[in-house]
């Protein structure tokens, strides 16, 4: 069965360093999102993204944050100067289409900023 | 406001028997979307099932049921013969409008369900 792959499954960095997050969505699939959970809270949005630019971005998405899609088929979260406060899982999803139709997440990375 | 609440942080059922979890919503745009999704202690998300606004039936897969009080704004999980294996947090989402421009997805608090034997 087809799924979305996240890389790595845990990151450790220093505060201030940049992260960049990876992710494989499904092949066929058209939309994509960012999500986090901090430890023991809600999943929160941070951005969608489709036909190559960004189609929402919450309010948490801020400057620090950029995604891309270099090829056609990884889908990449970058945070420039990570905060103790980054430290999250941090969800990868995709969809077919929007709409009725259920979002695939990964597995997570697990994101600690010491 | 919040737009997902579930008002239950914990639940326990027996083993074999059926649970109810608790989801209402807040939205004034008549097409949105709910879903349920599970998580396991080993952190992926599951999605379980789907309801939309317009749809005349409530949803089921499998052992899952979503029963849909649309005046009442509420979208509780059903989950029948719970076994073991359904110990986890489960989240109700909200997309809305249903097409909205980036798809995105709105989670409630989660309710954390044990299976006791």
């Known amino acids: 069965e087809p799924e979305v792959t996240q890389t790595p499954s845990h990151q450790v960095t220093q505060m201030g360093q940049e992260v960049i997050l990876r992710c494989v969505p499904i092949?066929?699939?058209?939309?994509f999102y960012w999500y986090r959970q901090i430890l023991g809270q809600k999943v929160e949005f941070l951005v969608s993204?489709?036909?190559?630019?960004?189609?929402?971005k919450s309010e948490i998405f801020d400057d620090q944050f950029s995604v891309e899609r270099p090829d056609g088929s990884n889908f990449t979260l970058k945070i420039r100067s990570t905060k103790l406060e980054d430290s999250a899982m941090y969800f990868c999803?995709?969809?077919?289409?929007?709409?009725?139709?259920?979002?695939?997440f990964g597995q997570g990375t697990r994101l600690t900023v010491v | 406001a919040q737009k997902i609440t579930q008002t239950q942080p914990g639940m326990f059922v027996q083993e074999k028997e059926a649970v109810t979890l608790d989801c209402t919503y807040d939205?004034?745009?008549?097409?949105?979307?709910l879903f349920w999704y599970k998580q396991p202690s080993s952190g992926e998300m599951i999605f379980l099932i789907y309801?939309?606004?317009?749809?005349?039936q409530n949803a089921t897969e499998g052992r899952y049921s979503l029963n849909f009080q649309k005046a009442r704004k509420s979208a509780n999980l059903v989950i029948s013969a719970s076994q073991l294996g359904d110990s986890a947090m489960y989240f109700c989402?909200?997309?809305?409008?249903?097409?909205?421009?980036?798809?995105?997805?709105?989670f409630g608090q989660g309710t954390e369900l044990s299976v006791k034997p």
């Open positions: 999803a995709s969809s077919v289409r929007e709409g009725n139709t259920e979002a695939f």
């Open positions: 092949s066929n699939h058209l939309y």
């Open positions: 989402a909200m997309r809305e409008p249903i097409y909205n421009q980036g798809g995105k997805l709105i």
């Open positions: 309801q939309g606004s317009y749809d005349q």
């Open positions: 939205t004034s745009d008549p097409s949105y979307g």
């Open positions: 993204f489709y036909n190559n630019e960004i189609s929402e």
